[in-house]
C-alpha cells in the first residue's frame, strides 16, 4: 500500500505541478495529464485519486500550513530561534514571515485543484457506478475540506469549481457562500453512499480506512454546521443540525455499524504503536522512505519537543492552558508529566537548578514551559524510533520523519460536539449528557466532574463540552477542528489576546509544591517550592486588536497577483 500512494505522489507530481491558486487559474494544461479524457478508465480513475491523495499528504506533511493555529490560547511557539512566522500568529501581528501563509494558502488550494479534476472529468469512466461514486465522494469531500480550513484562517475567498484560467480576476465570494459550498460539495459526498469500511490497497491499511468513510463525511458535516452556528455567521439554527448529523454517527457506532468507539486507555491515542486505532474517525496516511522528507513523510516528530531538550520547539504549550488543563490520564497523555534531562533525570518543567525562585536564569530546562507529546516517541537501544506508548521518563528518538497517521477527527471529537450542539439546540439532554460523560470518563482523575454532568442545565452543559473539545485536541495542530478554531467559532480568541497583552498573573504552580530537580551538575534532588510560580508568557503581544485580527492576512504573493484579495 505505501508503495502504491508513492506511486500517487509520483503521479500527481506530473499531474498537480502548481502550489499558488492564482498560478493554477492562469497556467495552462498543455503537457499535463489534465485532459478531459483522461479519466477514461478504472486505472486512470486511481490514479486520479492518488493524486488527489498525494495532495492532501502533503498539506500536513510538515509544520508550515499549521503554524495558523498559534493564535489559540494553547499553542504557543520558540522564541530566540527561526520561528518568526509561529510568533507572529501567536502574537496577532502582520507576519514578515510569510510562509505560514503560503504554504496553507497554497496547499489547500492544490487539494481544490486535485479535486476539481476528479469532479469535471471522472463521471465518464468506463468502470462502475459504485466507483465513480467512490471517487467523487473523495473529491467532493476534500474540496470541502480545503474550503472549510481555508474560510476558518482568512474569511472570504477566491472559489474556484473548475480549472479554468481566469487572469487573476476571481472575486472573492462571501464567507456565508463559501459555506454554502462546502456543505453541498459534503451532502453530494454523503449521497454517493461511501463505504464505512474500505477493502483492498489503497484504501484500507492496517485495519483503518485510508479513504474518506460515510462516517467521515456525516461527522464533518456535524464540524461544519458548528462552524455555522457561530462566529462570524451566527446562525444558531445549524446547532440542531449539527446535532443531528453527529447523532447519526454516535448511533452508527452504538449498533455496530460503524467500527468506531473510544479507546480504553487515553495513553494509546497518540501511541505510535496503535498507529490505526479505530477512534479516528477521519486520518491522513504517511509512508516513510530512506532519505525522508518528502511530501509523504509526517515531519511532527520533534515538533512538539522543547528546543532546550533537543527538539524543533515549533508547537509549544502555553502555560496557563496547562495549568487550567484537568488533572488525569489525558493530561498525562497529551503533556509530559516530567521532562527527561540530557543527565537521565526526571524533573518538573518549574524546577530550577538551585532550588529558588525562577529568575529567568536557573531554570533545569530553559524553555520553562510543560511540553506536549503528541507527535513524540521514544528511542528503542538500537536508535529507532519506539512502538510503544510515549514515556516521558524514556529518551525520544531525534528523527523528524515518520510514518505515523494524523487524527483529523476522533470520535471523542463527535461525542463533544454531539453535547454542546444538542444542549445549545435545546434537545436530548440526556443523551448530550451521555455523550459528555464518556469523555470525562476516561479522561479525568476526579471521576466527581463526571457525576458532575447529571446536574447540569443546558447552557452550563453547553459551555463544558465546548472546553471539553478543546482539551481532548490540545497543542494537536493536526486536528480538523484546532483549539484555535474552537476559539474563533465562539469569538473568543479576543479573550486569548486579553490575557496575553495583561499582567498575566495567574498562578501556574503553587507554592509548597513538592518539585523534581537536578543541579547544575545533573545531581537530582527534590525541593519544596518557595513562591507561587507566576510567569509571562514569552512572546510579547503588543500588536493593537482590530476588526481583521480574528482573520490572517491573504497571502501577499497571491494579493499582488489577485488585487480582489482584500477585506
Not at 27 to 54: C, H, I, R, W
Not at 118 to 147: C, L
Not at 311 to 331: S, T
Not at 541 to 552: K, L, Q
Amino acid at each position: 500500500m505505501k508503495n502504491n500512494i508513492l506511486s500517487g505522489c509520483l503521479f500527481a507530481a506530473t499531474l498537480l505541478l502548481s502550489t499558488s491558486c492564482s498560478d493554477f487559474l492562469t497556467e495552462t494544461p498543455k503537457g499535463k495529464l489534465t485532459p478531459e479524457g483522461f479519466f477514461s478508465n478504472q486505472s486512470e480513475l486511481d490514479m486520479g485519486v492518488n493524486a488527489l491523495y498525494a495532495k492532501v499528504q502533503a498539506y500536513q506533511c510538515n509544520s508550515n500550513p499549521m503554524i495558523l493555529e498559534c493564535a489559540g490560547d494553547d499553542v504557543t511557539s520558540t522564541t530566540g530561534s527561526n520561528k518568526a512566522a509561529y510568533l507572529s500568529n501567536d502574537a496577532f501581528e502582520t507576519p514578515t514571515d510569510t510562509k505560514g501563509l503560503n504554504d496553507n494558502w497554497g496547499r489547500l488550494y492544490t487539494i481544490v485543484k486535485a479535486a476539481n479534476s476528479i469532479i469535471d472529468n471522472a463521471g465518464s469512466a468506463a468502470t462502475s457506478q459504485e466507483e465513480i461514486n467512490i471517487a467523487m465522494g473523495q473529491a467532493h469531500f476534500w474540496r470541502a475540506y480545503a474550503y472549510f480550513k481555508l474560510v476558518r484562517k482568512f474569511g472570504p475567498l477566491p472559489l474556484i469549481l473548475h480549472n479554468i484560467p481566469d487572469d487573476n480576476k476571481t472575486e472573492l465570494t462571501n464567507v456565508e457562500g463559501i459555506y454554502t459550498q462546502i456543505v453541498e460539495d459534503l451532502t453530494k459526498a454523503e449521497s454517493m453512499n461511501l463505504p464505512a469500511k474500505y477493502t483492498g490497497a489503497n484504501r484500507v491499511f492496517d485495519g483503518s480506512n485510508v479513504y474518506v468513510s460515510a462516517q467521515a463525511v456525516k461527522s464533518t458535516l456535524a464540524a461544519v454546521y458548528m462552524s455555522m452556528a457561530g462566529y462570524p455567521l451566527n446562525k444558531t439554527e445549524y446547532y440542531a443540525k449539527a446535532a443531528d448529523k453527529a447523532k447519526e454517527v454516535i448511533d452508527g457506532v452504538e449498533s455496530g455499524k460503524y467500527d468506531q468507539g473510544l479507546l480504553a486507555d487515553w495513553n494509546q491515542v497518540y501511541s505510535y504503536g496503535n498507529n490505526h486505532h479505530n477512534e479516528t474517525i477521519l486520518g491522513i496516511e504517511y509512508r516513510h522512505v530512506n532519505g525522508g522528507w518528502s511530501d509523504g513523510d509526517s515531519q511532527f516528530s520533534s515538533c512538539h519537543q522543547l528546543g532546550s531538550l533537543s527538539g524543533w520547539g515549533d508547537f509549544l504549550a502555553e502555560r496557563r492552558y496547562w495549568a487550567n488543563y484537568p488533572d488525569g490520564p489525558r493530561k498525562d497523555a497529551v503533556y509530559a508529566k516530567t521532562e527527561h534531562t540530557a543527565a537521565g533525570n526526571d524533573v518538573d518543567w518549574w524546577a530550577t537548578k538551585d532550588g529558588k525562585a525562577y529568575d529567568g536564569t536557573n531554570a533545569v530546562v530553559s524553555d520553562y514551559r510543560p511540553m506536549f507529546v503528541a507527535f513524540t516517541v521514544n528511542k528503542n537501544d538500537d536508535g529507532s524510533p519506539s512502538t510503544e506508548a510515549y514515556d516521558c521518563t524514556k529518551p525520544f528518538w531525534g528523527g523528524m520523519c515518520i510514518d505515523k497517521r494524523h487524527q483529523l477527527i476522533r470520535y471523542s471529537e463527535v461525542l463533544c460536539w454531539y453535547a454542546e450542539a444538542a444542549a445549545r439546540a435545546g434537545q436530548d439532554l440526556a443523551g448530550a449528557k451521555k455523550a459528555l460523560k464518556q469523555v470525562r470518563q476516561r479522561a479525568y482523575t476526579d471521576q466527581t466532574k463526571v457525576s458532575a454532568v447529571d446536574g447540569m442545565g443546558a447552557n452550563e452543559l453547553a459551555e463544558a463540552a465546548f472546553e471539553e473539545h478543546g482539551y481532548e485536541v490540545a497543542g494537536y495542530v493536526l486536528a480538523m477542528v484546532t483549539r484555535t478554531d474552537d476559539q474563533f467559532r465562539a469569538n473568543k480568541l479576543k479573550e486569548a489576546y486579553a490575557y496575553r497583552t495583561g499582567a498575566q498573573t495567574q498562578v501556574l504552580v503553587p507554592k509548597g509544591t513538592l518539585t523534581l530537580s537536578e543541579d547544575a551538575n545533573g545531581k537530582p534532588f527534590t525541593y519544596t517550592l518557595p513562591a507561587d510560580v507566576v510567569v509571562k508568557e514569552n512572546m510579547e503581544v503588543t500588536a493593537a486588536w482590530t476588526d481583521n485580527s480574528m482573520y490572517n492576512p491573504y497571502p501577499p504573493t497571491e494579493v499582488e497577483k489577485n488585487p480582489n484579495l482584500k477585506r
